[in-house]
């Protein structure tokens, strides 16, 4: 079995207007809602092993608090950044198999759309720091893509 928790980064600032969509920070509302979110997906006592990231700036910012509350090390994956469904499949599939849950920090819209293509579970958009997470009937993460997929749940901060 493999746990797959898909999670958008945290709200950033366009206070900048000098600086590229990859360095936009997170902003006063992101790095409150971050270590929250982190803490709710702590309670549901979900085991992580692993959490990879997009490098851009605020998904970085977004993987520290959540790898931080689960004591992990963030790794960031440059294929992550404004990544399209097909490439997270890919990086999905080149997950270390002894990995059996793993977090994915990245970006919209190619999150939401990835989420779609995995279970019945239809949503309009993961918000800023929204969590959605699925259960794959597979031992290996090659095997992810044609497994039975069981939607697990959808969280995001507003979720009150």
């Known amino acids: 079995m493999k746990y797959l928790l898909l999670i958008r980064h945290a709200k950033s600032d366009w206070a900048e207007p000098g600086l590229t969509d990859f360095e936009r920070p997170l902003n ?3 790095k409150k809602d971050a270590p929250a979110m ?11 092993d692993a959490l990879v990231s997009s490098p851009a700036v605020r ?5 520290v608090f959540f790898a931080e509350a689960l004591q992990l090390e963030a790794k960031h994956l440059n294929e992550l950044y404004l990544a399209e469904p097909e490439t997270i499949f ?3 599939s080149s ?12 970006h919209n819209n190619g999150l939401t759309d990835f989420a779609n293509m995995l279970t019945n579970a239809r949503i309009d958009n993961i918000p800023t720091c929204g969590v959605f ?3 794959a009937e597979c031992d290996s993460w090659t ?3 044609q497994a ?13």
Request: net charge positive; no cysteine; hydrophobic share 50%.
């Open 143 to 145: 095997q992810f893509r």
């Open 38 to 48: 982190a803490q709710r997906l702590l309670d549901k006592r979900i085991p992580v």
């Open 148 to 160: 039975k997929k069981e939607f697990l749940f959808f969280d995001y901060p507003k979720n009150i």
């Open 90 to 92: 890919s990086v999905v």
């Open 133 to 135: 997470a699925v259960k």
């Open 95 to 106: 997950l270390n198999d002894v990995w059996n849950s793993v977090i994915i920090v990245s």
């Open 28 to 30: 006063k509302r992101g």
């Open 59 to 63: 998904a970085a910012a977004t993987a």
